[in-house]
């Protein structure tokens, strides 16, 4: 199967998401101050833990389907899962910023993020089975693995204080698991030696 078709849908579904988030931000009234932005904090913050997530999602699995030459059927099955819950995500962002404090709504969110990242996982252990020869292609598919593992982790921890006290700690920890794949991605990409 080709992969273009895979990862050009990626591409397509994760900008249209991060753009209408994007359009959707309110405006402020003029004067244009920081006072009136502040009144829009949480539209502002909550939609930009959501583009983070989504940004940092895509350029960790960069060097995975970068370096990928052959994909199967079960990738392709858990690309169609990745890609709707990566086209949930501007609703689930409209409905945190819209029910803040409703646990819910937080949990909804969250499983959502969740799923991004877990099929996100398995597509990259599914792109490591379809080209098992590749040493540099296994080693991509590891490095973005255990990077997505440590923002499932995040993203979990959140989930579990969200259904305590603290419900708006998932849109934290979605804003902390996307500083940690970009944080990784950066570091990954300034380490590799020229060719």
Avoid: N
């Avoid at 988030?21 to 959501?50: C, G, K, N, V």
């Avoid at 583009?51 to 059927?73: E, I, K, S």
């Avoid at 969250?110 to 296994?138: C, E, N, V, Y």
């Amino acid at each position: 199967m080709d992969k273009r078709r895979l990862t050009l849908m990626l591409d397509v579904l994760t900008a249209a998401a991060i753009l209408w988030m994007l359009i959707q931000l309110p405006i402020p009234s003029t004067p244009r101050d920081p006072a009136h932005f502040w009144r829009y904090r949480r539209e502002i913050l909550r939609t930009l833990a959501s583009v983070l997530w989504l940004m940092g999602l895509w350029l960790d699995m960069y060097p995975a389907w970068d370096g990928a030459g052959r994909v199967g059927m079960m990738t392709a099955l858990l690309v169609a899962g990745q890609a709707f819950c990566v086209a949930l995500t501007p609703y689930m962002t409209d409905l945190i910023i819209e029910s803040y404090m409703g646990r819910f709504s937080q949990q909804l969110y969250g499983l959502t993020m969740l799923g991004t990242a877990a099929f996100g996982w398995l597509i990259q252990r599914s792109l490591k089975r379809d080209d098992p020869d590749d040493a540099m292609h296994a080693a991509a598919c590891d490095r973005c693995g255990k990077t997505l593992l440590v923002a499932m982790g995040v993203m979990l921890v959140g989930l579990i204080v969200a259904y305590g006290k603290l419900r708006q700690a998932m849109w934290y920890s979605v804003a902390l698991a996307a500083v940690w794949l970009l944080g990784a991605s950066v570091a990954a990409a300034l380490s590799k030696k020229p060719a």
